[in-house]
């Protein structure tokens, strides 16, 4: 175990942040405590659990910046429990806050604690929460229905028995430490730790004050949380609620009133975790039955005990009667009628959002719907037939030709798997931009439909179609087309007017297809995780398209620019600015003649439009095409290789765009160009702040863009170091081999 280096420092309140593979959530969590600036006497001690991602890097980043974060490094891993014993341990704070990585608090909220914990000097302050789901939607949690917000009083739970009935987590608890120390109370092991330490802090406190201010966002992840995770470990229930009858025995008779509460409460929260289908697996039901019986008649209070009313009661008495079958069926019964009636609900109200991007077979004539019909019925015909052990289907852009991580990663598996027939699809309008002699379907044909349906792989930077059926046996692999900078996936929904037209539950059933995930670096795989959240195996290889970049040779680049019609005395100026999907149409404020001279005599701009929308990149010179002509401008927009544009650009200029990673790994200056940057980060989202870890220069004017230029900011030193930072950062896998990378692991099966 490594401890954390340097003196403690006095606090009001220490965080303690158990981490294990919340990578795509840890910086959320992290941000929201160190992020609010009107508290700052906090510590956070982050307990790396041994975590097998890169969690371990993203608290050595925020330790570096900040030092009021404490990191503790496991040479094993303990759990979750032992975990949040080992930071108690370490804490120098007058009160301590459980905190679960994947969780994160709400914006403001730690003034509001700070103030109660000051004002009345609780042993247990009780704080409210929502749940926040993957689709983000926000449950309230009841607290206030409960329990009021107490102010200035103070209450222990003989006085205020309904205590007890709120939720029995950690982190929504801020304890004295001296108190927590006075008790002795650890965490015990296991899953369900939180109830042998929840239920004995409210047990013993004389001093809880419940403040109604939402504190922590509850996250309900999609995959991977306990609750919804089918396993015989939901048996580690029994031995933390038997810990809270025995910790109440040792405290002698005093406690004795208080037996019928938390009997009333472990009943209830043994049916809560029998009656989840999602939890114990069917055969082990009874078992868990049986258990619940035992701990009945065992912790059952002498004085006897009233049983609830309604179906709750009626479960109950099965239960202290001992009735398995009758349990069952009554069970079963319930989750019926609430399957069904959801099931109705979802069919009335759940709304069909438009396609954000039109597929290629258009459905808009009766004749044609006729034609789709045919084909979609013969890809479902294809679809019995056996599986081509030999074909790999791929694609990228929405068909739009042969390009990015696909056509890399096709070019090595021609090499090392010649025996794997590659097959590209693209739309009709497309063909003829194929390089010569690759084999190729096009979009809606019947063979399209047919290699569809039989393909052993399939390999995309996007998405195949909603109809896509994932078939057992086939192998899906999403290379993505960019690290993000801009937020993605189910994180859109924070941002809505980014995200108009998205079908989340439609998007993540094309997730749900996916096998594998190539990543460029790791914090795209963190971000990814967040976004796209499903079983798929991460592939953390580097991005193929970038291949060539590392590769290339002075030869390569001088017949790239050759062909592009540039002089070797080029001050080549590569400018691409990135889709705005909440301003269609905008485009920030550029103008090519004045920006050439701000470069020199020696300037060439090349101006690349993105391909969703083409026509928002500024103003051209006329006539002025790459490879042709005098002009100074070139529109490369419709240029089928970024990569020889990259290539021959001697210098980036971009805004949010992903090109500036794929550019950093030739190292060459790179200037951020983001007029409308605080507009783009409120209303799209990003994940990364660009003008902080700005790969270069720096601007967000037009004018400054010029004087960059002008006064060779865009050489400096300055400029260069932050370029070292930014590649060290995100470019450490581009090494030239990331497509070798994917073909052995995704063809080959090495390393799996």
């Not at 059933?509 to 499903?534: C, G, K, L």
């Amino acid at each position: 175990m490594t401890l954390p280096a340097g003196p403690a420092r006095t606090a009001l309140i220490s965080f303690v942040v158990p981490v294990y593979r919340v990578q795509g959530y840890l910086r959320e969590c992290l941000d929201s405590i160190l992020g609010q600036p009107s508290v700052r006497d906090v510590e956070v001690i982050a307990v790396n659990d041994c975590s097998p991602d890169s969690c371990g890097e993203i608290i050595a980043e925020y330790a570096a910046r900040d030092d009021r974060l404490r990191v503790v490094t496991l040479d094993a891993n303990v759990g979750l429990g032992e975990a949040r014993n080992i930071g108690l341990d370490l804490a120098t704070g007058t009160y301590v806050w459980f905190l679960d990585s994947d969780d994160f608090l709400a914006q403001g909220c730690l003034a509001a604690v700070a103030a109660r914990l000051r004002a009345v000097e609780p042993e247990v302050l009780v704080v409210d929460h929502v749940r926040l789901r993957w689709n983000n939607s926000v449950g309230s949690s009841g607290m206030a229905r409960v329990v009021p917000d107490t102010g200035a009083e103070l209450h222990s739970v003989r006085e205020r028995p309904e205590l007890i009935r709120l939720l029995h987590t950690a982190w929504n608890k801020v304890v004295r430490r001296e108190f927590l120390a006075g008790l002795g109370l650890r965490f015990g092991p296991g899953w369900y730790e939180d109830v042998s330490f929840s239920y004995p802090v409210l047990l013993a406190a004389r001093r809880i004050s419940v403040l109604d201010v939402v504190c922590v966002n509850y996250r309900q992840r999609r995959s991977g949380a306990i609750t919804g995770t089918r396993d015989d470990r939901h048996f580690e229930v029994f031995p933390h609620w038997r810990r809270v009858f025995e910790l109440m025995g040792r405290w002698g008779p005093g406690y004795d009133d208080l037996r019928p509460l938390i009997f009333e409460r472990m009943i209830w929260h043994y049916l809560i975790v029998l009656g989840n289908g999602r939890r114990v697996s069917p055969h082990l039901r009874r078992l868990f039955f049986e258990q619940v019986v035992a701990d009945y008649r065992r912790w059952l209070p002498p004085g006897g005990y009233r049983l609830p009313d309604g179906v709750n009661g009626l479960k109950q008495r099965l239960v202290a009667g001992g009735h398995w079958w009758p349990y069952a069926l009554l069970r079963a019964l319930h989750r019926c009628r609430g399957s069904l009636s959801g099931r109705a609900r979802r069919v009335v109200t759940a709304p069909r959002a438009a396609a954000r991007i039109p597929w290629p077979v258009p459905v808009t004539r009766a004749g044609r719907l006729g034609r789709t019909a045919l084909l979609r019925g013969y890809y479902h015909l294809q679809l019995r037939r056996p599986l081509d052990r030999t074909l790999a289907l791929y694609a990228a852009y929405w068909y739009r030709g042969y390009a990015c991580n696909p056509a890399a990663i096709h070019a090595r598996a021609a090499e090392l798997v010649p025996e794997v027939r590659g097959v590209w699809v693209v739309r009709r309008d497309r063909v003829a931009g194929l390089p010569d002699g690759v084999p190729y379907v096009v979009a809606g044909s019947r063979p399209y439909f047919r290699a569809l349906a039989r393909a052993r792989w399939l390999v995309n930077n996007v998405n195949f179609p909603d109809y896509v059926v994932k078939r057992r046996g086939s192998v899906h692999v999403q290379t993505h087309h960019g690290t993000p900078v801009k937020v993605m996936g189910l994180d859109q929904q924070r941002y809505p007017h980014g995200a108009a037209g998205l079908d989340f539950p439609r998007l993540l059933r094309r997730i749900d297809r996916w096998d594998y995930s190539v990543t460029a670096n790791t914090f795209s795989t963190q971000m990814w995780e967040r976004a796209y959240p499903a079983g798929y195996v991460t592939l953390e290889t580097g991005y193929p398209r970038n291949d060539r970049l590392v590769n290339a040779d002075s030869a390569e680049v001088a017949a790239v620019r050759a062909r592009l019609g540039l002089a070797p005395g080029d001050r080549v100026v590569l400018y691409a600015p990135t889709h705005r999907e909440h301003q269609p149409g905008y485009a920030p404020p550029f103008d090519p003649g004045a920006f050439l001279g701000a470069v020199g005599p020696a300037g060439r701009l090349l101006v690349r439009g993105h391909y969703l929308d083409p026509d928002a990149a500024p103003a051209r010179d006329a006539g002025a095409t790459a490879g042709t002509g005098p002009g100074r401008v070139a529109d490369v927009t419709g240029h089928p290789s970024v990569e020889d544009l990259y290539l021959a650009a001697d210098v980036l200029v971009t805004d949010y765009s992903s090109a500036m990673f794929d550019y950093a790994t030739l190292d060459r200056p790179i200037v951020i160009y983001a007029p409308d940057w605080d507009d783009y980060r409120r209303e799209r989202g990003v994940y990364l702040d660009v003008l902080a870890e700005a790969p270069g220069a720096m601007t967000t004017s037009f004018p400054a863009l010029l004087d960059a230029f002008r006064t060779g900011a865009v050489d400096g030193a300055d400029a260069a170091r932050a370029r070292r930072r930014f590649r060290d950062r995100f470019c450490a896998l581009d090494d030239g081999r990331a497509a070798e990378r994917v073909v052995r692991r995704v063809f080959l099966g090495e390393g799996d």
